[in-house]
């Protein structure tokens, strides 16, 4: 009994340590952020969540910009079943203004990434969004990467900046139509805008190479893919423990929060 009281204490400290550590991380780069002269355009920045996501998957990295000032205005699209859209949130013309995507088909990605122009479109036209910023995770990495690869017929606004976070890029093997469709959208990095700027960023925890759910490999394999055809490319790989960079959570990350703010503005 004693023996395994004092395995739950040594465990208990561990993870008193390890939460100490992450707030004391999050606060060193809340200040840094609220150092970072951010540049105020008016190019809209689109989050678009990963497998099984909602309306607030990124709330925590726009409510960290919020309190730092880089933005201010923040909006949600929500995308029902049928495709409709609906917006709310602070609509009113502003500069680096957020934007929030919610698909109700939230583990689809092949309805999400057919309704991805009608919805860029819809920020076009509607609002005189001219050009837009990409902050993606996850699954999200792939809807936005199939739209940068796809001509599209009507107005669009111009992707400028892309950060792709714990997306894997590698061949998928799997029998399944999205899975073809997606390794053909692979082949076709030469259609991604010359002018994009890309920041990919992966999880490894403990060393392992993974953020549990996409290896290092799957994130890393983007650049050989992408890199020679747009204007830069980085990528960054972040090591930490499995409450810090596990695979949601590296949205609200201390440092994937400074390095998207520090990449976009």
Known sequence: MKRR????????????????????????????????????????????GGYGSNAKAFDQMTTHWQRAGIASHRELV??????QLSFSGDQRPSTNYLIQLAFAD????????????????ELRTRQHITEVNFVTHSMGGGVAYSYLVTNHADAQPQVRHWVAIASPFATINSNTSIAHRYNRYLKRAADLPRDLKILAIGGNVWGLRTDTEVSVAGVKALRPLAAQYVQTYQQHIING????????????????????AQFLF
């Open 241 to 260: 423990d499995i409450l810090s960079v596990q695979h949601s959570a590296l949205r609200s990350n201390p440092e994937v929060v400074w390095q998207t």
């Open 106 to 121: 939230n583990r689809d990605p092949a309805v999400q990434i057919r309704l991805l122009p009608k919805i860029m479109h």
């Open 78 to 83: 929500r995308i029902n079943h049928r495709g």
């Open 5 to 48: 009281t004092k395995v739950l204490l040594i465990v208990s400290l561990l993870l008193l340590g390890f939460v100490g550590w992450d707030a004391g991380h999050s606060l060193l780069y809340q200040h840094r952020l609220s150092t970072l002269h951010a540049r105020q355009t008016h190019t809209a920045t689109v989050f678009i």
